[in-house]
């Protein structure tokens, strides 16, 4: 049941402005980028999609050649170590992408587990390219977000919109030649990942959050059907018991923020949230996606938590949030 709509809960008051990115900005997000802040982890063998159902919060042993699954990578407490987009590209080899500053120290906890299991890790992100396409540059015909499309030289994910915009994630060969259409600026690329809603975890936030806090529930990045995982009793409890307080929400502000910043709130301006991922608006200012406690919607105005405190805005999602936590 949807119950959060697109920024708040339904049956309280908002007290934070609400900001709506102008359609000229809307309009810059058209094109191609090269991203070069994402890596790849590939897993080879037999039991390479077992062996990665068995330690990330989706199911990648049903997972089909036609769809990608977004997933986390916990502590056994729940707390995230990564965030990841992964796909088959056949029954033994499956493609994990995440930031490529995790890459390294997720490969090493990830390769402590594989004991007797028929699989190998590795960095696989020199032998790749990855691109984000943006409006007219998107591929094939309009399908929902982790819909998969692969041909004989890449591999095009589709995402969620940037408030309409379309988006996909691009994969090829290291030589392959780049997908057509204009250059799209890695800046307002990464505007658009924010716009998206959907956060990839980055070093600075490393284990703050349980997936429903980044809105994994609400995405396609939790199932709750699958068995055990590193962290599934935490976050399953979280879903089902209602004890989650906190949940991500975008926001807009005139001073530049950073991630793992406090966000303040309230009369007391206390601490009620954490900048999670941040970027540059076109309209000016900076947009970021923060988690937010709950009540901290309707006590207050929202601080970003810099030298200079300044009032944040609201933007509303792409999505709507699930209400069942």
Known sequence: ??????FGNDNGAMNAPLHLPSAHALATLQGVARLEHLGVIRVLGADAAKFIHNQLSQDFSLLGLQEARLAAYCTAQGRMLASFIGFKRSATELLLICDKELLAPTLKRLSMFVLRAQAKLSDASAEFALYGLA????????SPPWALHPSATASCINLYPAHGVARQLWLGAADAPAPEGPVLAPELWLWGEVMGGVATLNAKVVEAFVPQMLNFESIGGVNFKKGCYPGQEVVARSQFRGTLKRRAFLLHGATKMSAGDAILG????????????????????????????????????????????????????????????
Request: hydrophobic letters at 45%; aromatic letters at 4%; a negative charge.
């Open 135 to 142: 409006g007219a540059a998107v591929q094939g015909e309009s």
């Open 266 to 325: 309230g009369a007391a301006a206390s601490d009620v949230g954490t900048v999670v991922q941040v970027a540059a608006s076109p309209d000016g200012g900076f947009d970021a996606i923060g988690v937010l406690q709950l009540h901290a919607l309707q006590e207050g105005p929202l601080l970003a938590g810099t030298p200079t405190p300044a009032t944040l805005s609201l933007i509303t999602l792409p999505y709507a949030l699930l209400e069942d936590i």
């Open 1 to 6: 049941m949807v119950g959060y709509g697109l």
